[in-house]
């Protein structure tokens, strides 16, 4: 008992072929409707069912099934399940391969055969909508110069768990595009495969790894710390600035921890202890120990190579400021530009004497936001 090739699917209840015997994987792949593709009619092949599905909403019902479960299931007259061949290796099962696995070359002939809009055969616009995108994102994909590839992209990252091989492939022969299944199942195949053996081969072996936390280096780094790594001090905001700049962040300490707002600031300089490396300190306090991050920015903070560390990888956190987990504030009137990584983010701006007085208002409810 094995799995379908085609397409990662459950075993079939009877004795089956072996895949050996019932021929190559793109031929195994033309034949999933139940009849065979000949090679020259390949480019009339995906006419069919595609056409016929639009404007016909019991039929289109009908396609949504397969596609469901389609990637599933075989027609069992003409591909039986049967296990591999004597020593061939078991077939991959794609259902559980992502569509990341999918190389460029790959998606660019998926791009030859889906972008032509004909009548007669289902393009790229027929799967967006089976993969239930609406009619404006289809129209904002059309003005792409490869809206195929593009769906696929934007498909594999709004669903990153259902975006699979096995799903592409079985909306693909719902929509009768026998001719794109026979042409690319072994490309197809050889980037599964391909894709499988990477993840199954560290590029390290755990001994060292740098991605590996290590528990005693990470404990007992913060005045309050446990020194065991059971209870590390946790806080609302990691604050960078530069040592030109203390003076502010005191007044800082004063506005938000000693007032109604009763916030716990990380300032590296009175709670971190000594002695361990300041890059993988500061990396496991704005990562794993503060919510928020507060940027003071200043002439001196660009000259700082603490802080440019500190306020890049805070943004490959969040990228786009979509967790609003990273607040630049303008402590002093500036002679250089504004960083230029930062300006797509609302500041605070300290310096400005008509909105001074709701400064740390705005700042400490910024901070206390979820």
């Known amino acids: 008992m094995g799995s379908c090739l085609a397409v990662g699917g459950p075993v ?180 599964c495969k391909k894709y499988l053996q990477r993840k199954e081969q560290p590029l390290q072996v755990p001994a060292v790894d740098s991605s590996v936390r290590k528990t005693l280096e990470m404990s007992g780094i913060t005045t309050r710390d446990d020194p065991y790594g059971n209870t590390p001090e946790l806080f609302d905001a990691f604050i960078c600035y530069c040592q030109k700049d203390i003076h502010f962040v005191q007044e800082m300490i004063r506005e938000l921890e000693q007032t109604e707002f009763k916030l716990k600031l990380c300032v590296f300089d009175r709670d971190v202890l000594p002695g361990s490396c300041v890059w993988s300190i500061t990396s496991e306090l704005i990562e794993r120990r503060c919510r928020k991050m507060v940027v003071v920015i200043s002439d001196d903070y660009l000259d700082s190579n603490e802080c440019d560390f500190q306020t890049k990888f805070a943004l490959s956190l969040s990228p786009g400021a979509r967790h609003k987990r990273l607040i630049p504030v303008k402590c002093k009137s500036m002679k250089n530009e504004f960083p230029s990584i930062l300006r797509f983010i609302t500041v605070c701006d300290y310096t400005n004497p008509c909105t001074k007085k709701w400064f740390w208002i705005r700042l400490a409810k910024s901070l206390l936001l979820p």
């Open 12 to 191: 079939c209840p009877g004795p089956c072929l072996s895949l050996r015997a019932r021929g190559s994987w793109p031929a195994l792949l033309a034949r999933r409707g139940g009849s065979a593709v000949p090679a020259g009619q390949r480019g009339a092949a995906g006419g069919g069912v595609g056409s016929e599905t639009r404007g016909d909403p019991g039929r289109e019902r009908e396609v949504a099934k397969a596609a469901g479960g389609g990637s599933r299931t075989m027609d069992t007259a003409t591909a039986g399940c049967g296990s591999p061949g004597p020593g061939s290796p078991a077939p991959p099962d794609l259902e559980a391969v992502p569509l990341v696995a999918l190389n460029f070359s790959v998606r660019r002939r998926l791009g030859l055969y889906l972008n032509p809009r004909a009548p007669v055969a289902a393009d790229w616009t027929t799967l967006a909508e089976e993969l239930g995108y609406e009619y404006l994102e289809i129209k904002h994909l059309e003005a792409q110069p490869d809206p195929a590839a593009r769906l696929l992209e934007d498909w594999q990252g709004r669903c990153p768990g259902g975006a699979t091989v096995g799903r592409l492939l079985a909306l693909l022969r719902a929509l009768g595009r026998h001719d794109i299944l026979a042409d690319l199942g072994g490309r197809i195949e050889e980037d």
